[in-house]
């Protein structure tokens, strides 16, 4: 079994910045892809940034340049760097991986709020 929790949300001021993690924990020797998503009141949860496993990263087009995804695979963690907060990245925040084995585990998610 394998266990994501994701930690580094909070309320915010619009143009801050903040850094998510999401930390795996359990059965689990490798990530193969990662994602973070977002899901607002009212909205479906979207996409805004992925690592894939060929180690290319891809991201929503309301994100780009302003949000980063990396991973640190010794401590088999991914974070989510955001910068240039606006009021409409508010969200639950949730990370899913793949594992090496190919078996996908999902977070439960961080509260971001961003406003005045």
């Known amino acids: 079994q394998v266990t994501l929790v994701e930690s580094g949300g909070g309320l915010v001021q619009p143009g801050g910045s903040l850094r998510l993690s999401c930390a795996a924990s359990?059965?689990?020797?490798?990530?193969?892809?990662a994602a973070w998503y977002r899901q607002a009141p009212r909205n479906q949860r979207v996409e805004v940034a992925g690592?894939?496993?060929?180690?290319?990263?891809n991201y929503a087009d309301s994100v780009k340049g302003r949000f980063i995804i990396s991973r640190d695979n010794a401590k088999n963690t991914v974070y989510l760097q955001m910068n240039s907060l606006k009021p409409e990245d508010t969200g639950v925040y949730s990370c899913?991986?793949?594992?090496?084995?190919?078996?996908?585990?999902w977070g439960q998610g961080t509260q971001v709020t961003v406003s005045s």
């Open positions: 359990g059965s689990i020797f490798s990530i193969y892809a």
């Open positions: 899913g991986i793949v594992t090496g084995t190919g078996r996908p585990y």
């Open positions: 690592s894939n496993g060929d180690g290319t990263t």
